[in-house]
């Protein structure tokens, strides 16, 4: 089948900084927004510019990411000549292995790509909130008659350490790259975002391997910068790299801000609601007589007796009466019991919270464990976690999947 | 799985509904927020492992075609799973639309004998229950009936229902359809189990007959000649048929009567524009005793109410004891109490619908519009600062022009 253009879609990452979030699942198939995955943003961005084949690249833990995407129907990516393929590494080929990297996935399913003989590779990151439409990347693309057009955003000067920098000539051509340089010289930041010819591509992944380079930043883009024309494109609109538990607090608070920029609606983001545990067949949520309920996203199946200000519940969350809720996200089926009282929070699905539970409470130590992962006073609770009642949990704590609480826990603990 | 093939009668226009069955059959009248009330019936027949569904559809059938799709959603897709809806059809010589219950079943006796089940369930796609038709099945077998019938005790006694008398042994001895004063308590729910060949034979013999229906035609002439059994049902059964019983079932789900999350109803999650692809509700307002469905924006209150997806509620607007279909739009200061307003409408800034004249029964319908109910039909669009009495009806997609309408008057 002849395509034109073939989307890679990078979702493999560990998303180490995550912590708990990424125990059980990989950071494209992180909860956000309620009832959405990280991975819904590029999924549709893809299927909403009118890409219709896609590439899947899993490594890391990726059992919820294919229940997720299933046979790619949500997005419309479903039918003769439209799909989405997952891609998982594979044994008993010549060169098959683990992926060592993002350009080396990449490189071990050529095949894939040169099923569809498409001019044009769309490679993807399956970590970020965004939302774009790759048309006019790729008009600009053929303009400049690039090699290789990399997808630019101007970021604070304090934040490029975090990511791929480039520069750019007049002509909008990257004259340097630097990948998380100490001292950044630009504030362009690399999205993750790449567009290449495919002859070009496969050339530039071959010449890679022969020097074991396994990474787009860190080996492809620098050697192709020599040989080849790379060009950016500038960006302009909400990105998010909700990389840390900070920015995804952050960005999901974005969708309460009316001014934000993060406006899901208009985006068109599309989900799978009918995966196992999603959305389903719940029936809408109730409101009883004693519920107060200010600024919040509330997901089908819930039952809110108590108050519930600035905070998302997804699908299925209980929130029983006299307990109040505050600045927090709280994933799928959690249960709250009454007279609780939760504050800058994230809790993953399936928790039970007992009564009179008081978590984010006391002082602003930054957790003891991971203090670079939490430092700004969220705590989170892991999975399928049980909380008794009267507990006391601080803020900055970690509560591992799955743990039984039965003592309080001071502020940068981890349980 | 059980030896049952499953007939439902879902073509049913349903005067009684006003403007809400104008456009759809009353089986794909919106309910609960999500569903339509055909998913309670399909979601039973699921539930009890019934794999085969002929859905009899006459009336208006689009929405409820669309609805059905696949079937899968209630899994009845697969080898030897699956549903079909049988619309009337032409045949060479003489054809005709469906002309009674009974005759719609006669018309698709083919479809029947398609499937090598013994026994065939018939019946309606119109009410709000949670039932395991297995209990019955059992039942039947059990008492060699030749016809199950399923009965619910109802204090309230109604001229709309067919009422049975049972004996000890759940013989039924006595059947009065719609009569003027019932025999009993027990009105029939027009759940109807039968022996195949008894009702291929009967069906026969009924379709020389000017009158083809079930409950007035057929059942009164077999109680006293063949084994006619009563199946007693306890426990919730609403009929929904009025706009006024409509409104109370809703009711009943906030009132804690229903409790949804134990009946596991399924439906049609991908439809167009009715679940899929919206948000989650965002709500900034005061809400007390109310379902609200994702898409909905709620910036002022809402009060012992029923909201489907996408409603708007805009700060100041107050929305008490009202069920709001799909994308509706309330605007600002406006005020609406006792009101069923189906999809699309607009509610213009600062109007009042459905707070005076309850008193006043529509002078139109006055035996079904008299308990203050006021419905808005599809697309209705009432400009801001417009006052409506109660018991009014404004038929789907009127432009209201006039600053005042009075109570039970009709627009259309």
Partial sequence: MKKNIVAMLLAGGVGSRLNILVRQRAKPAIVFGATYRI????????????????????QYKPLSLMEHI?????????????????????????????????????????????????????????????????NPLIRYHLEKKADATICLI????????????????????????????????????????????????????????????????????????????????????????????DAYWNANMDILRKDSGLTIKNWRIKTNTSAKGEIGDRPSSYFSQSCLISRSLIARGCIVEGQVKNSLLSPGVRVHRNTVITDSIIFHDTEIGSKSNIQKCIIDKSVTIGNAVI??????????????????????????ANIHSDIKIG????????????KDCCSGNTV | MIDVLALILAGGRVDELLCLTENRAKSAVPIFGIYRIIDFILSNLMHSTIDNVGLLSQYRPQELVSHIGTGEHWDFIGRKRGIRILSPYHRLGKYDWYKGTADAVFQNIPYIEEFNAQHILIASADHIYRMNYEPLYKYHLQKNADVTICFKKLKTKSTRFGYGVI???????????????????????????????????????????????????????????????????????????????????NMDLLNGKIDLSKWQIRTNLLERSVC?????????????????????????KVKNSILSPGVTVASGAEVIDSIIFHDTSIEKNAKLQKVICDKDSEIGAGSVIGTFGTEVPSREFPDLLNTGITVLGK???????????????????????????EPGSSVR
């Avoid at chain 1, 590779?121 to 939302?131: A, N, P, Q, T, W």
């Avoid at chain 2, 000017?210 to 059942?219: A, N, P, Q, T, V």
């Avoid at chain 2, 697309?379 to 309408?405: D, E, L, Y």
């Fill in chain 1, 39 to 58: 991975i819904d943003f590029t999924m549709s961005n893809i299927a909403n510019s009118n890409i219709d084949v896609v590439g899947v690249l899993t």
């Fill in chain 1, 70 to 134: 299933d046979n790619g129907r949500p997005w419309d990516l479903f039918g003769r000549t439209r799909l989405v393929e997952i891609l998982p590494p594979k044994t008993g080929e010549e060169m098959s292995d683990w992926y060592k990297g993002t350009s080396d996935a990449v490189y071990q399913n050529l095949g894939f790509i040169n099923d569809f003989a498409p001019e044009l590779v769309l490679v993807v990151s399956g970590d970020h909130i965004y939302h774009m439409d790759y």
């Fill in chain 1, 154 to 245: 101007n970021v604070l000067k304090k934040d490029a350490h975090h990511f791929g920098i480039a520069d750019i000539d007049s002509k909008g051509r990257i004259v340097k790259w630097a990948e998380k340089p100490k001292d950044p010289e630009s504030d362009l930041a690399s999205m993750g975002v790449y567009l290449f010819n495919k002859n070009i591509l496969i050339s530039s992944l071959n010449r890679s391997a022969r020097t074991n380079g396994v990474d787009f930043a860190k080996d492809v883009i620098p050697a192709m910068l020599k040989e080849n024309k790379v060009f950016g494109f500038i960006f302009k609109g909400y990105w998010r790299d909700v990389g840390t538990i």
């Fill in chain 1, 359 to 384: 978590i984010g409470t006391g002082n602003p130590v930054q957790n003891k464990k991971f203090p670079v992962h939490l430092h700004t006073g969220l705590t989170i609770v892991g999975k399928n």
């Fill in chain 1, 395 to 406: 803020k900055n704590c970690i509560i591992r999947p799955g743990a039984e609480v039965l």
């Fill in chain 2, 167 to 249: 004996d000890n042994n759940g013989k039924l001895i006595d059947y009065q359809e719609k009569p003027k004063t019932p025999p009993s308590e027990w009105v029939s729910m027009t759940v109807y189990l039968f022996k195949k060949d008894f009702l291929l034979e009967i069906l026969e013999s009924n379709s020389h007959e000017s009158s083809h229906e079930f409950g007035k035609d057929i059942i009164p002439k077999i109680v006293n000649t063949n084994r006619v059994f009563g199946f007693a049902f306890k426990d919730y059964w609403s009929y929904a048929r009025t706009i006024d019983s409509y409104h109370k079932t």
């Fill in chain 2, 276 to 300: 899929r692809d919206r948000l989650p509700a965002y709500i900034n307002g005061e809400i007390s005793n109310a379902i609200i469905s994702e898409e909905c924006v709620i910036e002022g």
């Fill in chain 2, 379 to 405: 697309n209705a669009c009432i400009p801001q600062n417009t006052i409506i009495g109660s018991n009014t009806v404004i038929f789907p997609s009127m432009q209201i022009k006039s600053i005042r309408i």
